[in-house]
């Protein structure tokens, strides 16, 4: 074995790890070297793991003036210390509903105000897309929370965010009007600036939906060459 491949070997290693916080973890105060190795591995896909929610202070370290003060409107403190890296841009997985989860989790660590959930995601995915970060897997679940219109207009801004997407999933079951000229927008987009969709899955889709909705679906199937898996779910029948 030559020494010149111990590092992709390791890399290697390390990613097969990836569903495992506490090995990862243990590698990471190895060393320096692997320390830099195994941080964005960890925090590739955060959410997933069972683990204290104080993470995502992390996140808020990050963020600018403007961003802390939407955090100060709710009383939360923003003075959180200063972060080795850019934890943000390491992203490749998000799912709403696991967000949504650890953000309540943190807020009741806190003993903040439980009215200052959605913004906060909000605010958290606001930072996500400008951070650099491409993401590989998304999951959407539409519950009370309302994706802010500004996400768009920063997604223009940052079309990379979406680049890389392979596996994007949505779960349409509580569907109200602005939530569905979210969906059409998100759609437009991803048509424009997404290619590599290997599996959709959309479910809860119904009928009574706004028919410009299937039309953007019907134009984003149509763009991604790649599709290899798509499943469309309505109550108890599947497509």
Known sequence: MMMGDMPELMEIILNNLNNEFYSLYSCALVSRHWCKMTIPIIWQNPFSFDQNPLFISQYFSSFDENEKFGLEKYGINVNFADTLFNY?????????????????????????DSSSK???????????????ATLEQFAIYYTECEISLEVFDLLEKNELFFSQLQDLSFNLLQMSDFKAECLIALFTFLTKTTTK??????????????????????????????????SLISGENIL
């Open 197 to 230: 969709i290997k599996v959709l899955k959309i479910e809860e889709f119904c009928y009574i939906h706004e028919p410009r909705l299937f039309h953007a679906l019907e134009c984003f199937i149509k763009s991604q060459e790649q599709l290899r898996q798509f």
């Open 88 to 112: 943000a841009g390491f992203l490749k997985v998000l799912n709403s509903y696991n967000l949504e989860c650890t953000v309540q989790k943190w807020l009741d660590f806190q003993l903040a």
């Open 118 to 132: 959605y913004p906060i995601i909000n605010l958290l995915f606001n930072f996500f897309v400008k951070s650099g």
